[in-house]
T-cell receptor, first 111, second 115 residues
Framework: DQQVKQNSPSLSVQEGRISILNCDYTNSMFDYFLWYKKYPAEGPTFLISISSIKDKNEDGRFTVFLNKSAKHLSLHIVPSQPGDSAVYFCAAQEYGNKLVFGAGTILRVKS | DAGVTQSPTHLIKTRGQHVTLRCSPISGHKSVSWYQQVLGQGPQFIFQYYEKEERGRGNFPDRFSARQFPNYSSELNVNALLLGDSALYLC??????????????FGPGTRLTVT
């Protein structure tokens, strides 16, 4: 059973526009959510996180929104840049323990 | 500051052999976790260690084992390798504090190929 789902395998956006990556989860015990970016042949790079007590967290061009009632979170990247092209993973955590990852979304930013 | 380091970078083994993968966490981090990533999937949790004690184990067979040393570095061991063990093995470290929600920072991974 997949506790964390990223239903869009890929997303293509134009440079300068907004990229929105979505993630759904089923376990209501998750209390911390993270987004990672991954290039081929490299480990995931931490981008941004959000605690379950918040509904929004912003860091530069990256904003994560959390809707607990819908068990849904999203990552907004504005403006999108060609260097943002990578695989983005959503991950959830229960009380500082293991990370549970989604399958990832491939983002392509076209110049 | 050095990030999480892993060795070796790449490894080719034959079915039935044994492999040891190594990880050094970020300085000051006391927790190390191991993940397996196969193509097209997200990383899957294998083990978590904190202060040399196992804090969690994922759904992997007993052929997989790990340990953490006094300097907080860690080893992942896999016995009796199968073709299906071919994957990218990722190590992540997180900051001090047990049971709190710290971000995990990943190393570059070890690419294991079993032939």
């Amino acid at each position: 059973d997949q506790q964390v789902k990223q239903n869009s395998p890929s997303l293509s956006v134009q440079e300068g526009r907004i990229s929105i990556l979505n993630c759904d989860y089923t376990n209501s015990m998750f209390d911390y959510f993270l987004w990672y970016k991954k290039y081929p042949a490299e480990g995931p790079t931490f981008l941004i996180s959000i605690s379950s007590i918040k509904d929004k967290n912003e860091d530069g061009r990256f904003t994560v929104f959390l809707n607990k009632s819908a068990k849904h979170l999203s990552l907004h990247i504005v403006p999108s840049q060609p260097g943002d092209s990578a695989v983005y993973f959503c991950a959830a955590q229960e009380y500082g323990n293991k990370l549970v990852f989604g399958a990832g979304t491939i983002l392509r930013v076209k110049s | 500051d050095a990030g999480v380091t892993q060795s070796p970078t790449h490894l080719i083994k034959t079915r039935g052999q044994h492999v040891t993968l190594r990880c050094s966490p970020i300085s000051g981090h006391k927790s190390v976790s191991w993940y397996q990533q196969v193509l097209g999937q997200g990383p899957q949790f294998i083990f978590q260690y904190y202060e040399k004690e196992e804090r969690g184990r994922g759904n992997f067979p007993d052929r997989f084992s790990a340990r953490q040393f006094p300097n907080y570095s860690s080893e992942l061991n896999v016995n009796a390798l199968l073709l299906g063990d071919s994957a990218l093995y990722l190590c992540a470290s997180s900051g001090p504090g047990q049971g709190s929600s710290y971000e995990q920072y990943f190393g570059p991974g070890t690419r294991l190929t079993v032939t």
